[in-house]
């Protein structure tokens, strides 16, 4: 056994059971895999944990500082809220939709109910893994997205009508949108059968461009929030952003070297990759704000990071170090025109910006993904052959563009769809009156911060 195999069965506490495996079958191969198996396990429960770390903490406290300190705890309930109520979906009727077997549009329901999704792994999805903890991987990524999508209609949603909303949003729009992309025979699989195969390592079509684009359009169809912009409404903590900004960052290494599906070399290239995106796109947005304002505040660093993150996702598991660079100074650049430019002309009230990072970030990763994609990092499509533009793969740009304009029509229609019929049955958004004096207390008779103690 090589010294790199020893080290990975000691820091996953096989080395025992490996070396009387090899005694009883005298198969190194066999004992080998049995490592691998237990080792990428291992790494992709760790994973689903650092997702989950992405939804709460990490995602409550980066939205719950940028409200009004009137809507901290309801603004956190949101995505608290997320982690629980999509868990049971997932479990009842959605993992079924993502990934069970169906068309190239939706999974089928042999899957409702967890049926069939037991602890012996799927060829298809994850040689070495259980599908247990495949789902359960997935589930974390159901969680995070409709939640990200709160950040638009900030201060202004009622919180019945936001779970009616996202329960919906989660069965029409990324069940189909997840199935399309990473589900067997999906329309857009790059690996399993897809007709325009689009690449999307981690989530940049289905995660980000389909929470950002159906965040933008509801924005749109709630309105401004009362005041909006003539009243001043300024972050309340920017130290909980700093927080979850940070605690998002470090749970996207799950989000992203997790989608390798295993420990090996794949994982750390996405790795890599993920962690220089971000870096490099905070430094695109700093330089873009301090050449606009003479100075870089904590925001914007922050917001650059996360843009960068997002920008990354679809590519991590396909570019080198070098790209990935480019990718996050680009992203960077181009979240910070959208937020401060674009957000302006348009007068749109996305409070949090979750389209001007995740809408515009998303587009322009998977953009940028069909053009730096490289086969010395990951064949996908056969060794040998091109797999971005960069490399003489010209086409593969023209599937990013299908793939990306599915997810914005999907996104965009859907959502005003599924809005406007919940709208009609119990009404999206609260009263004036309410509005004024907070989510905290009107949606959950308590307040974030106790000022008499």
Request: charged content about 10%; hydrophobic content about 55%; proline content about 3%.
């Amino acid at each position: 056994m090589s010294a790199q195999v020893n080290a990975q069965m000691a820091a996953t506490g096989q080395t025992d059971r490996v070396a009387a495996l090899e005694k009883q079958s005298g198969d190194n191969a066999t004992a080998i895999a049995a490592a691998q198996t237990a080792g990428d396990n291992a790494w992709m429960l760790v994973s689903s944990a650092l997702v989950l770390m992405m939804s709460a903490p990490g995602l409550a406290l980066f939205y719950g500082g940028l409200v009004r300190k009137k809507n901290v705890l309801g603004t956190m309930m949101q995505t608290f809220a997320m982690v629980a109520v999509i868990t049971v979906l997932w479990a009842l009727l959605t993992y079924s939709l993502a990934f069970g077997d169906g068309n190239a549009f939706l999974g089928g329901l042999h899957n409702v109910f967890l049926h069939g999704v037991g602890l012996a792994p799927d060829k298809d999805y994850a040689a070495t893994i259980p599908l247990q903890t495949f789902m359960v991987y997935q589930l974390m990524f159901a969680i995070i997205t409709p939640a990200l999508i709160t950040g638009a209609f900030a201060e202004r949603m009622k919180f019945s009508a936001m779970l009616v909303f996202l329960i919906l949003w989660a069965v029409f729009v990324y069940s189909p949108m997840a199935h399309m992309v990473w589900g067997k025979h999906g329309l857009l699989n790059a690996t399993l059968g897809g007709r325009f195969p689009c690449l999307d390592f981690a989530g940049g079509t289905v995660v980000h461009v389909t929470s950002g684009v159906s965040a933008l359009v509801t924005a749109l169809y709630l309105g401004k929030r009362v005041g909006y912009p003539k009243i001043p409404m300024p972050p309340h903590s920017v130290v909980l952003s700093f927080i979850g900004a940070a605690l998002l960052w470090v749970g996207w290494f799950g989000f992203n070297a997790g989608s390798a599906l295993g420990a090996g070399s794949l994982a750390t290239s996405a790795f890599v990759a993920t962690h220089f995106g971000a870096a490099a796109a905070a430094i695109g947005w700093g330089a873009a704000e301090w050449m606009r304002q003479g100075k870089v505040s904590a925001l914007g660093a922050i917001s650059g990071a996360v843009a960068g993150l997002v920008g990354i996702t679809p590519a991590a598991g396909f570019v080198t170090p070098m790209s990935a660079l480019w990718i996050g100074l680009i992203t960077g650049a181009f979240c910070y025109f959208m937020v401060v430019k674009v957000k302006s002309a348009f007068g749109y009230d996305d409070s949090l910006d979750a389209f001007g990072v995740h809408g515009a970030g998303g587009t322009i990763g998977a953009l940028l993904t069909g053009v730096f994609a490289n086969s010395t990092i990951n064949p996908i499509f056969g060794a040998g052959k091109a797999t971005g533009l960069l490399e003489g793969n010209a086409l593969q740009l023209l599937n990013q563009i299908v793939g990306i304009a599915i997810a914005w029509g999907l996104s965009s229609i859907g959502t005003v769809c599924i809005l406007f019929v919940v709208d009609k049955v119990m009404g999206l958004r609260m009263n004036e009156e309410d509005e004024r004096e907070g989510l905290d207390l009107t949606q959950h008779g308590e307040e974030g911060y106790d000022w008499a103690h």
